[in-house]
């Protein structure tokens, strides 16, 4: 157990200690947008000492009609594919970075359980991240209990987060 109280939170606050060190680094910034994850995300980023150098800000758009109304996720994609898709993650990282004014947008959405929703099964996880270099999309196999598969949504986006910064870092 860590200080947390779990044994799942030191990863995720290892990744996001680093991603807060990236950021600095680099001069740049991070806005969320977070759907199963409910905020846990964000919390994990403020749970950070330090994080306002980098961290703008979140959106928790739980409901399918927020990720439309705030973030500007097309409403003709949701109403064919629901909330639950690749480029509805892309459209909510993109749409939170340029809502918050960021450098980066990292976005969360998925099926935590514990029933399966709009013909999706528990698990089915989308994550992305919207920066300077584009965007980009990934799909976590995740499973077991609600708390998990958000734990690991966290993990898997702050992840894909450190990677994305590396690879840009590089590419300058």
Known sequence: MNEHGGGGLVNEHGAAEKAHQALRERGATLAVAESLTGG???ATLVDVPGASAT??????AYATEVK?????????????HGPVHPVVARQMAEGVRRLLGATYGLATTGVAGPEP???????TVYVAVAGPGGSLVASPELS?????IRSGAVSAALEL????VAVEDHSR
């Open 40 to 42: 846990l995300l964000a």
């Open 55 to 60: 961290f703008r800000g979140s959106v928790t």
């Open 144 to 148: 077991g209990t609600r708390d998990t």
């Open 117 to 123: 929703q709009d013909g999706r099964a528990v698990g």
């Open 68 to 80: 439309s109304s705030v973030l500007g996720v097309d409403e003709g994609l949701l109403a064919v």
């Open 161 to 164: 987060l450190l990677d994305r």
